[in-house]
């Protein structure tokens, strides 16, 4: 087990005539779901620790730094306990938390003045319990899609670009075939006179084929984006997110500049979003909620093996749709360049 602080490795420690794992370094307590009750019982009946800590007021709330679980390795994020006030991080997968030792000491003050007590951990042990079943069923019946990177604040610019394209889309249905081609991104008549048709490769992104190209497209948004976004903030994120979808749309127009085929949609936007991802948060996975025969099924991948199993089915959509490879590029340069913006970034500390 590595401590998710530090990331060294955490060593079993007596507590109580209990073991439970603890880091030397950083000094924090892991501890896991079924774990939680008894060990506040614990420390809260020892008296040389509620001696100690007699004159420990309540503290305000304060988030912590998110890391990885100890025991499933997914992403960890700063909860209120039982709304004392004592924040911990807590894996969303196995309940588990991880306690700062510097934090005890508001622990027992929310005891010692009645905002935390016994019954309320135990309660909370149970209804945890029952509330993860139902989240369960829930997630496998509508077949969710969810990675493990908690965020810390809401994804503005991702929710507005969803709105936006969803808004575009439905407008989309007022026009003409011939007002559609004058927005879409036609290589032909761009590089025939570009200075007319300059708008092409930025109308373009916000475009869609229909309501299934875009309910996939949207999905992939916000899957990848709402972590980005967070990580690098919006301005940063909404500049990422429009010259990646340049870029990609120029792309396609170059390989093959006598072509009257439109290019519409997010698609190389959304891959430049998850190049960005990958550089960022490497080691997150992807989880597939799906329900069969009535029993909730959790597969996890890596997310480099998701973005891989994405990529190939890309290209032979494009190739169905008679493209001959063009949407294969399109997503390979909005990878590419989104790695790549993204790891210079983080290279020169501009993140």
Request: proline residues 5%; contains cysteine; charged residues 15%.
């Amino acid at each position: 087990m590595q401590c998710p602080e530090c990331n060294k490795s955490l060593s079993d420690k007596s507590f109580n005539q209990k073991f439970i794992k603890f880091c030397e370094s950083c000094r924090g307590f892991w501890i896991p779901y079924d774990d939680q009750a008894g060990f506040v019982t614990s420390l809260t009946s020892n008296q040389a620790i509620l001696e100690k800590f007699k004159n420990t007021g309540i503290q305000p709330y304060q988030p912590v730094s998110p890391g990885y679980c100890p025991d499933c390795n997914t992403s960890i994020s700063s909860v209120d306990f039982i709304q004392s006030g004592v924040p911990v991080l807590e894996c969303e997968k196995c309940l588990g938390i991880w306690l700062q030792t510097v934090n005890i000491g508001s622990l027992i003050g929310a005891f010692n003045h009645g905002v935390l007590n016994v019954s309320a951990v135990y309660r909370k042990s149970d209804t945890t319990g029952v509330k993860q079943v139902e989240k369960s069923f829930l997630k496998s019946f509508l077949g969710w899609i969810e990675d493990d990177i908690p965020v810390n604040r809401f994804p503005l610019v991702t929710v507005s670009l969803i709105v936006i394209n969803i808004i575009v889309l439905i407008l989309q249905l007022f026009l003409t075939r011939e007002d559609l081609l004058e927005l879409a991104f036609v290589p032909k008549s761009f590089f025939n006179n570009p200075l007319y048709y300059w708008y092409m490769p930025l109308t373009s992104i916000f475009m869609h084929g229909g309501f299934g190209h875009i309910l996939g497209n949207m999905i992939y948004l916000y899957l990848f984006g709402d972590n980005v976004e967070d990580r690098i903030g919006p301005v940063k994120y909404l500049g990422l997110y429009m010259f990646v979808g340049l870029i990609s749309g120029l792309a396609f127009a170059f390989v093959n500049a006598d072509s009257s085929i439109p290019l519409l949609g997010a698609s190389g936007a959304i891959s430049g979003i998850m190049g960005c991802s990958l550089v960022l948060y490497p080691k997150s996975k992807i989880s597939f909620h799906r329900m069969i025969f009535f029993i909730p099924f959790v597969i996890r991948v890596s997310v480099w093996v998701y973005v891989g199993l994405w990529f190939v089915a890309q290209q032979f959509l494009g190739m169905a749709l008679g493209l001959q490879g063009i949407a294969y590029l399109v997503h390979l340069v909005g990878i590419g360049s989104g790695a790549i913006i993204m790891f210079t970034m983080r290279q020169f500390d501009m993140l």
